[in-house]
Nanobody, 127 residues
Framework: QVQLVESGGGLVQAGGSLRLSCTAA????????EAWFRQAPGKEREFVAAISWSPGSEYYAESVKGRFTISRDKSKNAVILQMNSLKPEDTAVYYCAADRREYHSVLYIESYEYDYWGQGTQVTVSS
């Protein structure tokens, strides 16, 4: 059974930074595409960033490009989302997701392409 667990969310002022981490049990991250999505109150879940299987190509939503960076920490079996220059509109619950198809280099932006999900971590950016 695969379990993804997000951590690192919190409350930060606009312009600040947060580092989200997604760790996995029952699966070695890096053999497939992993991604971050977010969902704000009253809105649909939206794609944020994805990284393909190692060594890893990356893809970002336009709204976060240049501010967010997705990466892996293999020593911790984790996927990291470094978020800088945060804006109030970044406020959402952030979810980690993983594709079960290994060695598959496509960077999907649709949530239905991902098979494993974490429970989410809240990020709140105050103005």
């Amino acid at each position: 059974q695969v379990q993804l667990v997000e951590s690192g969310g919190g409350l930060v002022q606009a312009g600040g930074s947060l580092r989200l981490s997604c760790t996995a049990a029952g699966r070695t991250l890096g053999a497939s595409t992993e991604a971050w999505f977010r969902q704000a109150p009253g809105k649909e879940r939206e794609f944020v960033a994805a990284i393909s299987w190692s060594p890893g190509s990356e893809y970002y939503a336009e709204s976060v490009k240049g501010r967010f960076t997705i990466s892996r920490d293999k020593s911790k079996n984790a996927v990291i989302l470094q978020m800088n220059s945060l804006k109030p509109e970044d406020t959402a619950v952030y979810y980690c997701a993983a594709d079960r198809r290994e060695y598959h280099s496509v960077l999907y932006i649709e949530s239905y392409e991902y098979d494993y999900w974490g429970q989410g971590t809240q990020v709140t950016v105050s103005s």
